[in-house]
């Protein structure tokens, strides 16, 4: 009995690793989506956002067979209310990617984001990329070192966006306000898809050291 | 111990009502912020904000308690999850009537919402305001007939939304960029609000009916 509910655990725990690496990849995706104007991984996006959504409510209900039929207490309960925490990460970092990508779709022939602005943004998508590889990392290991490099890169994330924001509002834009409107809310988007890994690395810090973790 | 119990849940559910009121005060506050370009109240709101967080925390440790001491199964085990979903939803909304106020605090001495647009920002607002209101209803009472209206009133908000964002980009827009940039945020902050109020009464709806919420 008792070990086959570690095996539960450690089965969310799995879950939560792969879908982290599911959502990273969208987001990667969706970027490409963007910077050249793809309606075709655009699109792949966007339908696999509904089967990404669907596999995070299955490993929700199987957290909660678990908390009612094991009744975990201490750091076992924590850890499953963690993980229902960072499934919610999860379903929005996966709404951002389709959000990401049906800006792209919109845009399409074009891309949203002009030229001049393709670095600005290729760095924030980066940016998000290693923040949810250090977020799979940690929620899969434990590896509270990634955790301290996670806020650097989150800080990096804020200057990107200033930078963006910047641009947009230096006088000498030229690519018209629907381009500068989709860009100011890219931008928004990024930063999330930052904050929620950050969520989640902290839920982890915050179970193994007990330390509360500070909040967005 | 039953009976403990019992009060507990109702504690619960009675501290969530007032979370749900103290923000919603929150957001219209940050409303009148914006529209009237004070910085008082802004600073007010962005006060109450870390007050408010540090309330949330402190309901959700008790969730946690009773989940750790009570091992409620069933419907109280759901009733308590869904409960923590919702702080989570009360913490998001609290966080987006600060960015709204801090926006109404950087454009001080001017309103970041031109003359022109402020009746479609009051609408937002109120349409906001009224979908938090019956969130709190439907949390408080379990009134189901307010979810309808409630799913009437997020498609008022998307109609809304869509006429902010035709004024700023139908070619006569005079107000810069830098206003245009913050009301298309305000636009996406106000239609987050009216998320979350959704998310907290599909949470309910889904306790009393046992039928999967759609999901945003």
Do not use: C
Not at 64 to 74: D, G, K
Not at 126 to 141: L, Q, T, Y
Not at 190 to 203: C, I, K, Q, T
Request: charged share 30%; glycine share 4%.
């Amino acid at each position: 009995m008792r070990d086959q509910y570690y095996e539960q655990l450690d089965r969310i725990v799995d879950d939560l690793v792969t879908l982290t690496t599911t959502v990273r990849r969208s987001v990667a995706d969706s970027t490409t989506a963007l910077l050249h104007a793809d309606t075709t991984i655009a699109e792949k996006v966007i339908d696999a956002g509904r089967d990404i959504d669907a596999s995070i409510d299955e490993v929700e209900e199987r957290a909660l067979v678990v908390l009612a039929t094991q009744q975990p207490v201490a750091t076992d309960l924590r850890q499953i209310v963690a993980a229902l925490r960072m499934l919610a990460d999860l379903q929005r970092m996966n709404a951002l990617a389709v959000h990401v990508s049906k800006v792209a779709r919109r845009r399409v022939p074009e891309s949203a984001v002009p030229l001049t602005i393709q670095p600005t943004i290729r760095s924030m998508a980066s940016v998000a990329d290693s923040m949810i590889e250090k977020a799979a990392r940690i929620v899969g290991n434990r590896d509270l070192t990634a955790a301290a490099a996670l806020e650097v890169e989150d800080d990096e994330m804020d200057r990107l966006r200033a930078d963006l924001f910047r641009v947009l509002l230096d006088g000498s834009w030229e690519h018209g306000m629907e381009a500068a409107i989709d860009l100011a809310l890219l931008g928004r988007y990024y930063e999330r898809l930052g904050d929620h890994a950050v969520n989640m690395a902290r839920r982890v810090v915050f179970l193994v050291t007990g330390e509360l973790p500070v909040t967005n």
